[in-house]
């Protein structure tokens, strides 16, 4: 069946521009300068889709930010959202409610191992936020280890335990986070020259991290399955079964956030999936319903459950398990099952995305690493292939991110939309992208690196 275009896909400029004026006067952007910044007006999506005001459209290669795994303006889940708003729009969190019961029941059928107990929350960064707490209180103990290339949220205790430099403005140097070297061979902190090595001596940094520290002051390690925000990197094969068996000689509860990588992103259903690995808190957000309605969480070990079996877990929020947020999961979870979503990440990530990319990389001097699975990859970008220098600096903002910014903007004339962090493009399309729009993504990217290629 032809899909008919929406009517918001007709140019309609003065709305737009009413819609930026009252953004330009009244709303307050995240990490941004407020007076440099220009936020384009999105008119509307569908699918894989979105257009601005002046019927520009745009394929959605960042998925809004690596939510929306079932693409925009999905049938099932818009009816699932307006049939809950009729029935019961919101309750409570200290009542049992069919939609927050079903959507804990769909999503602790599917995490791994005993994850088996739900405690809902807001977003990704609360659902760091209340792992680090549990995980504290079930061992009495203080510190939390984590990973300087990271990214766990914008909320207090999540920025401190973050890596990126995004921490650095908001960390209030809280007692009790230590950052650590994860894997990472394209920028090997250990000088590792194979993935054997670079796991091995990984994990030899981390026992010694734990060891200097004290063990008996860690409480917790929380690790990005695979990190996203900071380049997804997936781990070499081994570390993180490595890390389970640190965790469980010196008595750490091993958190595993999947905030991004989770829900189908990397061709399974959890990313911890892919390395068979159980930790025993695992958080999780964006894809769990699309991001239709705004609602994360963390999974919890029958362990962990138990300490706060006669024992009151002190934490909460208002709009715990939100009915709204839950029936959109249990319709994007229905979704996932019944189309396949989380086979096509996978079987169009191995075939199409993974080598276009690499042929990519084969023609444009800017690709200087090509790396992910499913629908969760990145290209890192350099001046120099062989020294592997950056092609903008760490961190680079303003003037200094100028090539990055060129690169962006070639992207978009061509009609994609591309997800841009630091020197590296991330490719993580919607999880139900066909392999049409795959295609045709990649060869918008393939244009656009031509730009990169003119700053090597
Ligand atoms: N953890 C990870 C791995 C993330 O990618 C993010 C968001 N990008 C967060 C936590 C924070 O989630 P939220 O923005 O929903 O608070």
Avoid at 44 to 53: H, I, L, N, R, T
Avoid at 72 to 80: D, E, L, R
Avoid at 201 to 226: C, D, K, N, Y
Wanted: aromatic residues 10%; contains cysteine.
């Amino acid at each position: 069946l032809a899909r008919m275009t929406p009517s918001s896909a007709q140019p309609r400029p003065e709305a737009g521009a009413a819609v930026k004026a009252a953004d330009r006067a009244h709303v307050f952007h995240s990490w941004s300068a407020q007076e440099l910044i220009d936020p384009p007006a999105v008119a509307g999506a569908e699918g894989s889709y979105f257009w601005d005001y002046d019927g520009r459209r745009f394929l959605d290669f960042s998925s809004g930010l690596v939510f929306t795994n079932i693409g925009y303006q999905h049938p099932k889940v818009v009816a699932a959202v307006q049939e809950q708003a009729g029935k019961l729009a919101t309750f409570a969190p200290a009542f049992a409610v069919e939609a927050r019961s079903e959507a804990a029941r769909l999503i602790a059928e599917r995490t791994p191992g005993d994850l088996d107990k739900i405690f809902f929350t807001n977003g990704g960064a609360d659902a760091v936020e209340h792992a680090i707490r549990m995980a504290r209180l079930h061992t009495g103990r203080p510190k939390v280890l984590s990973a300087y290339r990271s990214y766990h949220g914008g909320t207090q205790q999540a920025v401190n335990v973050t890596g990126d430099p995004r921490r650095w403005a908001s960390d209030n140097g809280s007692a009790g986070v230590v950052h650590f070297w994860a894997p990472f061979l394209y920028r090997s902190r250990f000088y590792a020259e194979t993935e054997e090595q670079e796991c091995e001596r990984a994990l030899e940094h981390l026992e010694t991290t734990i060891a200097f520290e004290g063990p008996s002051t860690v409480a917790a390690i929380i690790l990005e399955t695979i990190p996203g925000t900071a380049g997804i990197m997936v781990p070499p094969p081994g570390y993180l079964a490595g890390v389970r068996e640190l965790c469980d000689k010196y008595g750490i509860v091993f958190v595993l956030d999947e905030v991004m990588a989770g829900f189908g992103r990397t061709g399974e259903w959890f990313a911890a999936d892919l390395f068979n690995v159980v930790p025993d808190l695992m958080t999780f957000a964006k894809g769990v319903n699309s991001g239709y309605v705004p609602l994360g969480g963390v999974a919890i070990s029958q362990r962990i459950a138990e300490t706060f079996g006669k024992r009151a877990y002190p934490g909460g929020l208002t709009y715990s398990g939100h009915p709204l947020a839950c029936a959109a999961a249990v319709a994007t979870i229905n979704v996932m099952a019944e189309e396949g979503v989380v086979e096509n990440a996978a079987r169009l990530g191995a075939d199409v995305v993974g080598p276009a990319l690499r042929e990519l990389a084969e023609r444009h001097p800017s690709v200087g690493e090509v790396r992910g699975v499913g629908m969760f990859w990145a290209l890192e970008l350099v001046k120099n292939r062989e020294t592997r220098e950056p092609l903008v600096p760490y961190n680079a903002a303003g003037e200094a991110n100028a090539p990055m910014a060129a690169f962006g903007a070639a992207a978009k004339a061509r009609g994609l939309w591309p997800f841009i962090n630091m020197n590296r493009t991330h490719v993580v399309p919607p999880c139900n992208a066909s392999e049409a729009e795959l295609k045709e993504g990649l060869a918008a990217l393939d244009a656009a690196l031509s730009v990169a290629d003119e700053h090597t």
